[in-house]
């Protein structure tokens, strides 16, 4: 088989804590190293993340504006693969084999044009705030979309909504052409594989709008790609190492959406915009959803039981914190008060 160039795009700041898991886990890749280029694309860490990424012989490329959003787009513009992985420095690829299941998957049919991860998988060792935190990423997704990204969930969840047109044992293919609404696919995380010569090709506006990559299935979906999901492919994510760091991604994310930056656009606030027009309205049920507090209990309880972890039944008092915040924030945007903008985290 002849094996084409893959690009990997690795944000990085201050990311010393988890970087070498993830770029060990690249370099054990049964995928022919000198097929594939890891870019470390660095928002000013002042960590040793540029001596691991140095020790790894990656090539690092600065990011002067930090946020996420600014490095996957600069990876964007300068990989030389004919496809490219998003991988974030806190996410390590489980399987050695998980680039060339993702690279077999596109030559199961021409239509396809992305490979989404099998789902997230949360590490023994780590904070039990994981578990929810990669199965739905915050109350206000859950609600919205109730769409799992655990591995044990995502395909089999994805096979009873969704038209399946094709499965062998290491992927299935979906055709999402016509349904409403669409799920929340995010292609620039987790590990999962771009079609790069192509996407640069069907949306050149993308070259000079960051907040587009992270819409990418969406602007796929519409010129009828195909979406696949690889199987025993999970992407091991340390999302949080406690709580504290778990609440403080809410609260960046609520202002990053409430105060419409280019990181929100990349976010909820700019998805929407490819949702139906009745879909866009269920946001404004959320504040009343948490504020019920019976049914995020019911949920919660849901939740706890289905998934054997108790840490599920913190899900009404993150509905109400998130809740909260939504309403403090949109407080201040009407007093025309802006709150100090820190990156996103990385």
């Known amino acids: 088989m002849v094996y084409p160039i893959i690009s990997i795009i690795i944000p990085t700041f201050n990311s010393g804590d988890t970087l070498q898991k993830t770029l060990e886990s690249v370099k054990k890749q049964s995928y022919p190293e000198k097929k594939i280029e890891t870019l470390i694309i660095d928002g000013g860490s002042f960590d040793n993340s540029i001596k691991i990424a140095k020790s790894y012989k990656c090539k690092i490329v600065e990011n002067s504006k ?14 030389r693969g004919k496809y490219l992985v998003f991988l974030d420095s806190d996410e390590i690829l489980e399987n050695p084999n998980s680039l060339k299941i993702k690279y077999s998957a596109f030559q199961k049919n021409n239509r396809v044009r992305a490979v989404m991860i099998g789902g997230y998988k949360t590490p023994k060792d780590y904070s039990a705030i994981n578990n929810y ?43 999402f052409k016509d349904v409403r609404p669409l799920p929340i696919v995010e292609l620039w995380a987790g590990g999962c594989m771009i079609d790069l010569k192509y996407a640069r090709s069907a949306f ?100 706890a039981i289905t998934r054997q972890k108790l840490i599920y039944l913190l899900h009404p008092i993150l509905c109400i914190y998130t809740a909260l915040l939504v309403l403090y924030y949109f407080s201040l945007k009407v007093l025309k008060i802006r709150p100090k903008m820190q990156t996103y985290g990385i």
């Not at 930090?66 to 990989?79: E, M, N, R, S, V």
């Not at 109730?146 to 096979?159: A, I, N």
């Open 204 to 303: 050149p506006q993308i070259m000079k709008n960051p907040s587009l990559l992270a819409h990418l299935f969406y602007l796929l979906n519409k010129k009828n790609c195909l979406l696949a999901i690889t199987k025993n492919d999970p992407t091991i994510h340390y999302s949080s190492e406690n709580l504290r760091k778990y609440l403080k991604k809410i609260t960046s994310r609520i202002k990053n959406n409430v105060y419409q930056t280019q990181m929100g656009e990349g976010g909820f606030w700019g998805r929407e915009k490819f949702q139906p027009l009745l879909n866009r309205f269920k946001k404004f049920l959320f504040i009343p959803y948490s504020f019920s507090l019976i049914l995020p209990i019911i949920d919660a309880t849901y939740l």
């Open 66 to 79: 930090t946020d996420l959003i600014f490095a996957k787009h600069i990876g964007y513009l300068i990989a």
């Open 133 to 175: 935190s990669n199965e739905f990423g915050d109350p206000f997704s859950y609600f919205i979309y109730k769409e799992s990204k655990e591995q044990k969930f995502l395909l089999r969840d994805w096979t009873d909504k969704y038209k399946k047109i094709y499965e062998n044992r290491y992927c299935a293919i979906f055709d």
